[in-house]
């Protein structure tokens, strides 16, 4: 009997990966396949200076996205995912996240407005970070992470295909010319804020959980515990967000609509590893607390498989690129073309600095290896940005990403391998 009950146990365990797998494999696709069909819409209708103008608005607000997420995205995984039979426990870690995300909510909405005004180049467009940070609010209500942790990603994947779409909608419907251009991160904000709203119903509902606020020493807790995640995000924000604005500042909105339209084209094929990285650090984190050689040579096959796949990927899109650009943006954005050539790599470089930072030296409890990487990368690219930037504007700043992407790859590798040897050796 005990044979067959083992069996069942890991039929069980599958299942529930497999499942998971799906709803964040159709999450993702929205996540591609949405963009892919506004962004071209929004370029023609807004043209390439709006288009430029939103995307540079959106890098300055993705700061304040990564101070109320805080890194609660991967610690309240974990922390949730070891709790996943103890409600009580699960309880806790919600209503202490979620205070802390309230608390950072409020104040980088203070902060934000404040710097709006305070600059001629914001607050000439002051709507726009305005209905923008509704996007703010709405993913910090919405605890990803708690579906992640309980691996019920169905939820999830329901509330964002249904928000989505409604609201995607609407911006072929009322935006249909330059002067729209606000309606556009309004609309954004309202699908993230009613997903946000039922979600929480969905979790009153379904997991019996009540919010209330916690005392201060409660969110100390969390924001301690999350410390290195949030300022790892945040040095990653500082050479990726960082230099859109730096490109804004130097080249102008035209410059970063076309480095944005390749740069979202490159991120949106290495977002399609998402589904399986987000689906495996839970099972990975519990696994990796049972027997770590083998997780590790389970992680070493996903990371060869993925590598191929990636690189087929690269080829072909680097052949391509001119081609893929007409098809999606049209002929007038023939000024990304160079920048899709540079930036295509990084769907792999992204994949395996994901493999091997996120799945193993996260899993191990190395965060501040993690960390390390994070903050040597952030310094090389502010001395090597602001130079190819100035000199060679959107190609420069390209070029940036790219280089820096590499070093963070080598970065991870570097610190795994040493933790490897370890465990092996013990």
Not at 88 to 115: D, H, R, W, Y
Not at 129 to 150: K, R
Not at 221 to 244: A, C, G, H, V
Not at 276 to 289: G, R, V, W
Request: glycine share 6%; charged share 15%; with cysteine.
């Amino acid at each position: 009997m005990k044979p067959n009950f083992e069996i069942f146990q890991q039929y069980k365990k599958h299942k529930i990966l497999a499942s998971n797998f799906v709803y964040l494999s159709i999450l993702q696709a929205l996540n591609v396949i949405l963009p892919l069909i506004t962004f071209p819409y929004l370029i023609r209708v807004l043209g390439v200076e709006y288009f430029g103008l939103l995307s540079f608005s959106f890098a300055f607000i993705t700061y304040f996205q990564i101070v109320t997420e805080y890194g609660f995205n991967s610690t309240g995984t974990r922390d949730i995912s070891l709790a996943v039979n103890d409600p009580e426990k699960q309880n806790l870690i919600f209503n202490q996240i979620m205070s802390a995300k309230m608390l950072l909510t409020g104040m980088s909405f203070i902060a934000m407005m404040g710097i709006v005004f305070a600059f001629n180049i914001f607050r000439t467009y002051w709507i726009v970070y305005l209905f923008s940070f509704g996007s703010i609010l709405g993913q910090a209500i919405f605890p990803v992470w708690f579906f992640h942790g309980m691996q019920k990603m169905k939820y999830v994947t329901y509330l964002n295909l249904i928000t989505k779409i409604i609201f995607a909608l609407a911006l072929f419907v009322f935006v249909t010319k330059k002067s729209d251009y606000y309606l556009v991160p309004l609309f954004n904000a309202l699908g993230f804020i009613t997903a946000g709203i039922f979600a929480w119903f969905y979790i009153w509902k379904d997991f019996k959980i009540r919010f209330k606020i916690q005392p201060f020493s409660g969110i100390k807790e969390q924001l301690s515990k999350s410390k290195y995640m949030f300022l790892s995000e945040l040095k990653i924000s500082l050479f990726t967000n960082t230099n859109t604005l730096i490109l804004g500042i130097f080249a102008g909105n035209q410059a970063v609509g076309f480095f944005s339209a390749a740069e979202k084209l490159a991120r949106a094929i290495g977002n399609l590893q998402t589904p399986i990285s987000n689906t495996i650090f839970p099972y990975l984190s519990k696994e990796m607390a049972l027997d770590k050689i083998k997780t590790l040579q389970k992680i070493k096959k996903i990371t060869i498989i993925g590598t191929i796949i990636f690189s087929l990927t690269i080829v072909l899109c680097f052949c391509f690129a001119e081609q893929i650009i007409e098809i999606i943006y049209g002929k007038e954005m023939f000024g990304s073309v160079i920048i899709l050539r540079i930036l295509i790599f990084i769907p792999l470089l992204s994949f395996l600095d994901t493999m091997f930072g996120k799945q193993i030296l996260l899993n191990l409890g190395k965060d501040e290896l993690y960390f390390k990487v994070i903050v040597l990368a952030t310094i090389l690219n502010f001395g090597i940005n602001f130079i190819l930037t100035y000199f060679y504007q959107e190609t420069g700043t390209a070029i940036t990403v790219l280089f820096i992407q590499i070093f963070m790859v080598l970065g991870m590798w570097y610190f795994v391998r040493k933790e490897t040897d370890l465990i092996l050796k013990n």
